[in-house]
C-alpha cells in the first residue's frame, strides 16, 4: 500500500488524503465531455434479414455459454466475485445450472441483476517504484457472470456486424 505519492508536485501522505486524491485525479476519467458529433443523418445505414434479427434473439445454447467460459483466460485477476475461469471450469457441472439459469434469466427479461455489472476500480503501475498518479492506470474489475454474459453477446454480434457496419 503506498504511504505517500507526489499529487501536482505536493506530497500527500495518509490513507484518506490518498484516497481523496486518488478519487478527484481519476474522476476526470469518467466524466462525460460534451462534444460536437459529427451528423450520420445522411448516411445510409445496412439492415439486417427477419431471419437474421430473429437469430440475435434466441435463446442462450448450452454449448454456446460453456464456449463463452472456456473462451475466456484462466489466470487473468478474478473479479470483484474473486472468481476466476479455471475455478469456473473446475467446477463446470456443479455451476452450470446457476449459469445458465442466469443466463435465461437475462434472455426473458432483457435486464441484469442487481449489481451484477458492480465493478471496482484498480489502480496498476505503469512502472516501477510508481510515485506520481500518472504512473498508474486505471482497470475495472468485474464479476465473471457479467464477463460471460457479455462475451456471449459479442459472440452473436461477432456474427452480423460484418453486414451492418457501412465501409464509411
Known amino acids: 500500500m503506498l504511504c505517500s505519492i507526489l499529487v501536482d508536485n505536493v506530497m500527500v ?10 478519487f478527484s485525479y481519476f474522476a476526470s476519467h469518467f466524466v462525460s ?17 427477419m431471419a ?13 455459454v460453456k ?19 479455471i475455478f469456473i471450469k473446475e467446477f463446470w457441472q456443479e455451476m452450470k445450472e446457476d449459469i445458465l439459469r442466469f443466463v435465461s434469466e437475462f434472455h426473458h427479461n432483457g435486464k441484469l441483476s442487481k449489481g451484477i455489472n458492480t465493478n471496482f476500480i484498480a489502480l496498476i503501475p505503469k512502472v516501477d517504484s510508481s510515485q506520481r498518479l500518472n504512473h498508474f492506470r486505471h482497470t475495472s474489475i468485474v464479476g ?25
Open 67 to 85: 464456449a463463452a467460459v472456456w473462451d475466456c483466460n484462466n489466470f487473468k485477476s478474478p473479479g470483484s466475485d474473486g472468481i476466476n475461469f
Open 33 to 49: 465531455l460534451d462534444v460536437e458529433r459529427p451528423s450520420v443523418s445522411n448516411l445510409q445505414f445496412h439492415s439486417l434479414s
Open 52 to 64: 437474421v434479427g430473429r437469430g440475435l434473439i434466441k435463446p442462450f445454447y448450452v454449448d454456446e
Open 13 to 22: 501522505e495518509g490513507v484518506q488524503p490518498i484516497r481523496n486524491a486518488v
Open 144 to 168: 465473471s457472470l457479467y464477463k460471460i454474459l457479455t462475451k456471449l453477446l459479442a459472440n452473436i454480434l461477432r456474427l452480423v456486424i460484418s453486414s451492418v457496419i457501412s465501409d464509411s
